[in-house]
């Protein structure tokens, strides 16, 4: 079974920047597109970004221009570079495999990392 670990989230003022990894065990990891999600508390889980398995990238227009989306497909493992971080981008962040616009189309998710941005 494919699992995902997410890490690199924590506690970062307005305007800072964190980086988020998500490792994928299992194989097959360069044939599928890949995403970020995010949930606050309260709010529906919500699409911030994809990437492809041939590179093509799509971005919340909350997060364009901000965030970052790659990949490193010798290591498994998906990125999230945020900078210009705001409040309103505390949640906890979410990756997953292949390409959903609708959340609850996915079948597993791993346990998150939290990202809080306040001052």
């Known amino acids: 079974q494919v699992q995902l670990a997410e890490s690199g989230g924590g506690l970062v003022q307005p305007g800072g920047s964190l980086r988020l990894s998500c490792v994928v065990s299992g194989s097959g990891f360069s044939s599928y597109a890949m995403v970020w999600y995010r949930q606050a508390p309260g709010k529906e889980r919500e699409l911030v970004a994809v990437i492809g398995s041939g590179g093509t990238l799509l971005y919340d227009d909350s997060v364009k221009g901000r965030f970052t989306i790659s990949r490193d497909n010798a290591k498994n493992t998906l990125y999230l570079e945020m900078n210009s971080l705001k409040p309103e981008d505390t949640a906890v962040y979410y990756c997953?495999?292949?390409?959903?616009?609708?959340?609850?189309?996915?079948?597993?998710w791993g346990q998150g990392t939290q990202v809080t941005v306040s001052s």
């Open positions: 997953n495999i292949g390409y959903y616009s609708d959340w609850s189309k996915y079948s597993y």
